[in-house]
């Protein structure tokens, strides 16, 4: 069984920084990829941004600049740094991990945590 446990949302005012924590726990020979997806209320979920084993990142358009993702490997854990929060930043932000099984690679997701940014 793999847990994935994000950890560092809240309420804050624009302009803020903040960053979001994602452990990943069970077993697994290998985190192939992990990455952040967000969905704001009435919309679909959607990437922000990806890291892969390598170190190679990936963002959405309208999260470059603003985020960073990283990953500590040692740590089995992949943070998301939102500098100058803006209000449309709100949304549920959740943890995505490519994993490398005995035989497959699989995908799990984390239970989210809610970002809510005001004016």
């Known amino acids: 069984q793999v847990n994935l446990v994000e950890s560092g949302g809240g309420s804050v005012q624009a302009g803020d920084s903040l960053t979001l924590s994602c452990a990943i726990s069970g077993s697994f020979f290998r985190i192939n990829a992990m990455g952040w997806f967000r969905q704001a209320p009435g919309n679909r979920r959607q990437l922000v941004a990806l890291i892969t084993s390598a170190g190679t990142t990936r963002y959405e358009d309208s999260a470059k600049g603003r985020f960073t993702i990283s990953r500590d490997n040692a740590k089995n854990t992949v943070y998301l740094q939102i500098d100058s929060l803006k209000p449309e930043d709100t949304a549920v932000y959740y943890c995505?991990?490519?994993?490398?099984?005995?035989?497959?690679?699989?995908?799990?997701w984390g239970q989210g945590t809610q970002v809510t940014v005001s004016s």
């Open positions: 995505h991990a490519v994993l490398q099984g005995a035989s497959s690679e699989y995908a799990r």
